[in-house]
C-alpha cells in the first residue's frame, strides 16, 4: 500500500469539509464524486476496486469531519437536540440496514441511488423557498428522512440533504439548523461507518484503502473547525444555488458512468 498516492486529498478534504460545516450539507455527496469520477483519470493506480470502497472512505472520513463540527456548533449552543432525536428515530435503523446491505449491492445500483438522490436534491434547493415550506412535515418529511438514512448507509450520501431543507421549511433560522443537521448527519454517519466496516471486514478480498484515510481525516478536522466559524459568511440562499449547480453535473457524470459499466 502506497501511503503516498494520495497526499492531494489533504487540501480538498479541508475545502470539502469547510464547505459541508458551513452549508450543514453531508460532505460525502462532494468525496463521492472524487473517488468515483476524478480517480479513475488519475492512472490506473488510482481507482477503487468497488465502489463500496468508496462509501465507507467517505463515510468513516465524515465520521471524523462531524464529530469535529458538532463540538464547535456545541459549544455555540446551535443544536436543537430535541428536533435531531426526532429525525435520528428514524435516519439510525435505516442506515443500519443499507450498511448491512451494502456489501452485496451491485455497483451501478449504489451509483445510480447516489446521482439521483443529488440530483432530486438539486431540483429540490432550486426551488422557490416558499413552496419548500410547506413541504417538510408529516408523513412526507418521515419518508424523506428514511431515504436519507438508507442512502447514507449505501451510498455515504443524502441524510444531510434530506434534513436540511426540513429544517429550513420549519422556519428554524440558518445557524440553528446548520448545526443541528450536522448532528444529524455525524450520528447518522458513525452508525453507517460503523455496520459497514464491519461488514467489510467479513470479505478478506475488501481492503479499506487506509492509504486515503490517513490524509482525508486530518484534512476534514481542519475543515470542520473552519465551516462554523464562516456560516453566515455568505448568504445561505447564494451559497444552496451554487451547490445545487454543482450536484445537476455530478449527477448528470455519475448516470454517464452507470451507462458505461451497463454497456
Not at 502506497?2 to 458551513?22: C, G, K, Q
Not at 422556519?171 to 450536522?182: D, E, F, H, Q
Amino acid at each position: 500500500m502506497d501511503w503516498t498516492l494520495y497526499w492531494f486529498m489533504f487540501p480538498v478534504a479541508i475545502m470539502v469539509s469547510t464547505t459541508a460545516m458551513m452549508s450543514g450539507i453531508g460532505g460525502a455527496a462532494l468525496f463521492m464524486p472524487i473517488y468515483i469520477l476524478i480517480f479513475p483519470l488519475l492512472g490506473a493506480q488510482y481507482p477503487f476496486e468497488t465502489t463500496v470502497l468508496a462509501v465507507i472512505v467517505s463515510l468513516v472520513t465524515m465520521s471524523f469531519s462531524f464529530a469535529s463540527g458538532v463540538s464547535v456548533y456545541a459549544s455555540k449552543r446551535l443544536i436543537d437536540y430535541k428536533t435531531a432525536f426526532g429525525f435520528l428515530m428514524i435516519s439510525v435503523p435505516m442506515a443500519f440496514v443499507a450498511s448491512m446491505a451494502a456489501p452485496y449491492l451491485d455497483d451501478t445500483f449504489i451509483l445510480t441511488i447516489y446521482a439521483v438522490l443529488i440530483l432530486g436534491v438539486s431540483i429540490n434547493i432550486y426551488r422557490p423557498r416558499p413552496v419548500c415550506l410547506r413541504q417538510r412535515s408529516g408523513v412526507k418529511g418521515w419518508f424523506l428522512t428514511a431515504l436519507g438514512g438508507f442512502t447514507t448507509g449505501s451510498a455515504s450520501v443524502g441524510i444531510g440533504e434530506v434534513v436540511m431543507p426540513q429544517l429550513l421549511g420549519r422556519r428554524i433560522k440558518g445557524g440553528l439548523a446548520a448545526g443541528t443537521s450536522v448532528f444529524v448527519v455525524f450520528i447518522t454517519v458513525l452508525a453507517s461507518s460503523i455496520v459497514l466496516g464491519f461488514q467489510l471486514s467479513q470479505h478478506a478480498e475488501l481492503k479499506i484503502p487506509w492509504n486515503v484515510i490517513c490524509y482525508t481525516v486530518p484534512g476534514v478536522l481542519i475543515g470542520s473547525q473552519i465551516g462554523p466559524r464562516l456560516q453566515g459568511r455568505i448568504p445561505q440562499r447564494k451559497m444552496e444555488l451554487v451547490i445545487a449547480t454543482l450536484f445537476v453535473g455530478i449527477a448528470i457524470a455519475t448516470l454517464l458512468v452507470v451507462v458505461k459499466k451497463l454497456n
